[in-house]
């Protein structure tokens, strides 16, 4: 049942957020922080006995496919994991950043953000995969306005309504398929789906797709994005970046792999991701607003994801899992930098920056270091990921892949001339006004470096992380044996 802990203890502390208000009001920044420790331990202590042996935990004494249940299979645990680990982060840099506002009900929306994504990432079920899905989308709704200025309410106005069509799209793919199959377990569809010669299989496929890619920022369903991202508190940008639309990327992968499994389907897909690759780095290029510059980054890195992962063999979905966990990583110490580098100089303008990397050496010096990672250059995380997407395009062979490796190449170099642009602000140009200097607090310094010791040590040991990823792919991969596992 220690699946059921990691999402039972952030949910329960989530609701329980009163009562500790009301015992103590200085209570609630320390609640995500244990809820996080305790979900990243479980999933460590998960992550070897699943690797070998995936748990099927049933809910209500009713097994598949008539009752709920959990899949804690390699793929799950480990984004549990990851989910843990960037949370974790987050909500000790949030301890110290959030001193504004209902502070409590910000905790609480937060633990109930992370509930949602790790319960979509473990569930088996269709249905339920929606349910923690919307927990997600509406605790971030609430999260990205919670300043409560016009640009924060306006920006999650937007948002609700895309991510509303989107949820709207999602339950119409789940009606069509329960109608058709009279079960949600996604096991049970899978085995009857082959079956079933009919356009409304099509359409339910185009649905779910659709209405998942939405939250993973797939073009064209990422226009709530760039607005999103700047307007949100930093904490919130960088959980957002680092976690949210990863959930939704999972979400596309598990339909498109796990329920359908239709190959031919894969290629459009892949050149989909491909599109969200140059539309997100040419738009990044474009940005003068850092936040928004990293919003469009996210979006490219995004397509990159999808690109490798839509490869559809196990070194391409592993080199998409992988720079999935380098992205993650990445983003969420720019975001929570640039968090505190906003605050200083008053302003979001990259130009408002000019030489404050020489006043706020840490903080910067991270940035740096985040940065260069998602460029792909050694020794971080970002080049062993972009080196195993590249590999396992080579694998396919052909003048097709051929030109796709070129197009990555091509987007790379656009990613790199923003963010060298963004180091020469930081350290090579002359600040334009005084900006008083603020020490950056322990709170928020110690998560970030942590942070970025981990994206050296994945730079320097990416094989560290590759059985993991082995496991995971298979995961995904292997349609009959996920069938088996769930269904005996």
């Not at 909500?91 to 504004?100: E, F, T």
């Not at 992380?465 to 005996?488: H, Q």
Request: neutral net charge.
């Amino acid at each position: 049942m220690v699946a059921v802990l990691l999402i039972v203890v952030p949910l329960g502390l989530a609701f329980a957020m009163p009562l500790f208000n009301f015992v103590s009001k200085h209570i609630a920044g320390y609640i995500p922080i244990a809820a996080m420790l305790c979900n990243l331990i479980l999933s460590i202590l998960l992550l070897p006995s699943v690797m070998e042996n995936p748990q099927i935990v049933v809910l209500g004494g009713l097994s598949p496919p008539l009752g709920i249940h959990l899949v804690a299979g390699p793929l799950g645990v480990g984004l549990s994991g990851l989910i843990s680990l960037v949370g974790l982060a987050v909500s000790i840099y949030a301890w110290g950043y959030i001193k504004q506002g209902a502070q409590d009900k910000y905790h609480a929306l937060y633990l109930l953000l992370l509930s949602g994504a790790t319960g979509a990432v473990l569930t088996g079920d269709l249905f339920n995969l929606f349910v923690f899905y919307e927990i997600l989308c509406i605790s971030s709704y609430a999260l990205v306005a919670y300043l409560g200025d016009r640009n924060g309410v306006e920006s999650a106005v937007k948002y609700l309504i895309q991510g509303s069509v989107g949820s709207g799209l999602i339950l119409v793919g789940i009606a069509i398929l329960y109608g058709m199959f009279g079960t949600l377990n996604m096991a049970q569809i899978a085995i009857h789906i082959k079956d079933v010669d009919s356009p409304a299989i099509f359409l339910a496929l185009v649905f779910l797709v659709t209405g998942f890619g939405v939250e993973a920022a797939v073009f064209p369903l990422n226009a709530w994005l760039p607005d999103a991202h700047s307007t949100a508190p930093s904490s919130i940008s960088a959980i957002l970046s680092g976690i949210a639309i990863k959930v939704g990327i999972y979400a596309v992968a598990r339909v498109l792999f796990t329920i359908f499994g239709v190959a031919a389907v894969f290629q459009y897909v892949l050149l989909l991701g491909l599109v969200t690759l140059l539309v997100g780095e040419i738009c990044a290029f474009s940005q003068d607003n850092i936040k928004r510059m990293l919003a469009y980054s996210s979006v490219g890195q995004v397509g990159l994801i999808v690109f490798a992962i839509c490869i559809a063999t196990p070194d391409g979905v592993g080199a998409g899992l992988f720079q999935l966990v380098s992205h993650a990583l990445s983003k969420a110490v720019l975001f929570l930098g640039v968090g505190y580098l906003v605050a200083c100089s008053g302003s979001m303008s990259l130009s408002s920056l000019n030489g404050i990397g020489k006043r706020m050496p840490v903080v910067c010096f991270a940035c740096v270091v985040a940065a260069f990672s998602l460029v792909g250059l050694p020794p971080f995380a970002g080049f062993a990921g972009k080196f195993l997407i590249i590999r396992a395009a080579l694998a396919g062979k052909g003048i097709f892949f051929t030109v796709l490796i070129g197009i990555v190449l091509l987007a790379t170099v656009v990613e790199g001339a923003y963010f060298f642009r963004m180091v020469q602000t930081l350290y090579f140009k002359d600040a334009k006004k005084q900006i008083e200097f603020k020490k950056t607090p322990a709170s928020a310094s110690i998560p970030i470096l942590a942070l970025v010791v981990l994206i050296v040590a994945l730079g320097v040991y990416p094989d560290v992380l590759l059985p993991y990823l082995e496991s995971a792919a298979a995961d995904l991969l292997n349609k009959a044996g996920y069938i088996k596992e769930v269904l005996g």
